[in-house]
């Protein structure tokens, strides 16, 4: 169907009388109508010119009704036809279907009818386009490395294959480790800047005093030490897509620079009072609730609804349980691969366990899973016994519990550690909960990733070497 313009009509009827019945009808219900005045003057339309629906008429002398369906229905199956026939004809109503019509009327007409079902056969058309357009689009979609065919994800490889060759700016929001890097990826190689760079840069992993020349850029003898003048993020981006990590992490001054960029395309280099357009498609994401940081003043409001033009969200692997035995014979072929080891599976109490578990840590802590698990085969299965044994004891319904995953036995006597220790101990227990992931683990404990970090490696300076 055009955009813009009304459905076109083709009126098939070789009486003059009923023929001018129906255009004068339909010009009224504000469509664009042509006529022919026999069947085979309706085959040379229908593949002359593009139509929306065809009305045809049974009883016509040089080709009939149900004759020039089936050639059009060849021709165009898309193409609705919807025929006339006599009140009595039920014979000739079940011909035309069978011909491939989309449905029949009865003579004499009713207008409602008919108007009920031209609508329906019009939407049933654009519906078929649109479908056709996604089913397209989707098989041009390249996601490798996206595992995944739970109802979840599909829907989520849906809306990528609408985003994706926009030029909108994505906020891609979810849990840590869901995937929202990949996402990101696969938004930039699906896109047309898909020949162009993508730069990813953590929000979270740069200090603040370095953020602004990380992103912009700076000029020779902007400050001490500047002996070069150096590109920025941004600038290296030119042409393709940045990928800000994390954007929670930005301090509200490097909010209030990301949207100057957003709202003019222009960055400044620091030292610098000239600004320079780039081309660059923003993709953010973040594992915050961006909009209870607005409420307490730690994001701002504009900055989002710039970012959140379209937001994909990644949902948690806890929600997508389907997905796990996908995701676990992806890795496991991908871990036994990387460590040279055979595997030829695992036991169904060890998918089952694998199953069952909540994965607070999402993807990744499945992967961390996998690839410690293969790292301990002792035969080519894969069995429970290779499994950490808080996910050993799993129980779907409690999973942040720190309790729930460990005997008392297993727990060291609180009363025998000093209070530091327990912190560690805390601080072991969180991140082996959270996978690894630094982020979710200093959320969850009520600290920033930087004192997570200095904690850590004192610990590490501490461990006897
Ligand atoms: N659907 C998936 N298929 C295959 N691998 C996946 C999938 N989702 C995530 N992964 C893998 O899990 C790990 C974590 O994914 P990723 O880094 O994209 O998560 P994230 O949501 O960006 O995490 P964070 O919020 O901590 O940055 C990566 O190694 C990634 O390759």
């Known amino acids: 169907m055009k955009k813009d313009l009304p459905p076109h009509i083709l009126i098939v009827d070789d009486d003059p009388a009923h023929r001018l019945m129906l255009t004068t009808l339909l010009g009224d219900w504000g469509y664009r109508v042509d006529e022919a005045d026999g069947g085979l003057a309706a085959v040379h339309r229908v593949q002359e010119q593009p139509l929306d629906a065809v009305i045809m008429d049974v009883r016509m ?3 009939d009704g149900i004759e020039a369906t089936r050639r059009i229905h060849q021709y165009n ?4 036809v919807i025929v006339l026939t006599a009140f009595s004809s039920v014979p000739s109503a079940v011909e035309a279907l069978k011909a491939g019509a989309y449905d029949y009327l009865t003579k004499p007409l009713d207008f409602d009818a008919l108007r009920l079902t031209l609508n329906r056969a019009l939407e049933y058309t654009q519906l078929r386009a649109e479908n056709q357009e996604l089913r397209e689009q989707l098989a041009r979609l390249r996601l490798p490395e996206i595992i995944g065919k739970s109802p979840a994800m599909e829907r989520l490889v849906e809306l990528l294959a609408l985003v994706a060759p926009s030029e909108a700016t994505v906020l891609i929001t979810g849990e840590s480790g869901t995937g929202k890097s990949l996402v990101a990826r696969a938004i930039h190689a699906n896109s047309r800047r898909s020949q162009g760079p993508l730069v990813e840069v ?3 992993a740069i200090p603040e005093n370095l953020m602004e020349t990380e992103l912009f850029g700076h000029d020779k003898g902007a400050f001490t030490g500047a002996d070069k003048a150096r590109r920025g993020r941004f600038a290296q981006a030119d042409g393709g897509t940045i990928f800000l990590d994390e ?6 001054p490097m909010q209030a620079k990301l949207l100057r960029v957003l709202q003019d395309g222009q ?5 610098s009072d000239q600004p320079h357009v780039v081309d660059v498609r923003i993709l953010a994401a973040t594992n915050r609730d961006l909009q209870g940081m607005i409420q307490y003043g730690a994001f701002r409001e504009d900055l989002y609804y710039r970012l959140n033009v379209v937001t994909v969200e990644v949902p948690p692997l806890r929600q997508r349980k389907d997905d796990i035995p996908l995701l676990v014979d992806h890795f496991l072929k991908t871990f036994a691969a990387k460590n040279k080891r055979t595997v030829r599976g695992i036991t169904p109490r060890a998918m089952d366990l694998l199953v069952k578990y909540d994965w607070p840590g999402n993807v990744r802590e499945l992967e961390n899973v996998m690839e410690r698990a293969v790292i301990l085969l002792r035969s080519d299965y894969l069995t429970e016994a290779e499994l950490p044994l808080h996910l050993q004891r799993a129980t779907p319904s409690d999973p942040s519990s720190l309790e729930s995953k460990a005997t008392p036995e297993e727990l060291e006597p609180v009363s025998s550690m000093t209070l530091a220790e327990m912190e560690k101990h805390l601080i072991e227990r969180v991140l082996e909960e959270t996978g690894g992931n630094k982020s979710e683990a200093a959320r969850r404990l009520g600290i920033t990733r930087r004192t997570l970090r ?6 590490a300076d501490d461990a006897p070497s």
């Open 61 to 63: 002398p040089d080709l």
């Open 77 to 80: 199956p898309a193409l609705p």
């Open 202 to 204: 953590n929000c979270a």
């Open 247 to 252: 954007v929670g992490e930005l301090s509200l």
């Open 267 to 271: 960055i400044q280099r620091v030292g």
């Open 454 to 459: 200095l904690k850590l490696k004192k610990y």
